[in-house]
Nanobody, 118 residues
Framework: QVQLVESGGGLVQAGGSLRLSCAPS????????MGWYRQAPGKQREQREQ??????????NYVDSVKGRFTISRDNAKSTVYLQMNSLKPEDTAVYFC?????????WGQGTKVTVSS
């Protein structure tokens, strides 16, 4: 079973930056959509928020609260998605999960914790 492996989370002060990465543990095939979601403290899995997505063609979409601060990108050769997070705010604190859509199947990472201190 292929798993998605995230990295790059951590503790940062408000105004700082982090870069998250997500790649599969093995061959996964052609990935239609890559995305990042986050689950804030105290929220349930069903309340995960879509942060950003990027299609195979490079089209992107962001939740309003991160526009202008976060940038999603992908390296198709490496089947890797990145999330560059700048000007971080305490309200960005959450566990961040990557998701790949492959042939209408959704794969999730295990999550990486991001904590932004004020």
């Amino acid at each position: 079973q292929v798993q998605l492996v995230e990295s790059g989370g951590g503790l940062v002060q408000a105004g700082g930056s982090l870069r998250l990465s997500c790649a599969p543990s093995g061959s996964i095939g052609s990935i239609n959509i890559m995305g990042w979601y986050r689950q804030a403290p105290g929220k349930q899995r069903e309340q995960r928020e879509q942060v950003a997505i990027i299609t195979s063609g490079g089209s992107t979409n962001y939740v309003d609260s991160v526009k202008g601060r976060f940038t999603i990108s992908r390296d198709n050769a490496k089947s890797t998605v990145y999330l560059q997070m700048n000007s971080l705010k305490p309200e960005d604190t959450a566990v961040y999960f990557c998701q790949f859509i492959v042939r209408n199947n959704a794969y999730w990472g295990q999550g990486t914790k991001v904590t932004v201190s004020s």
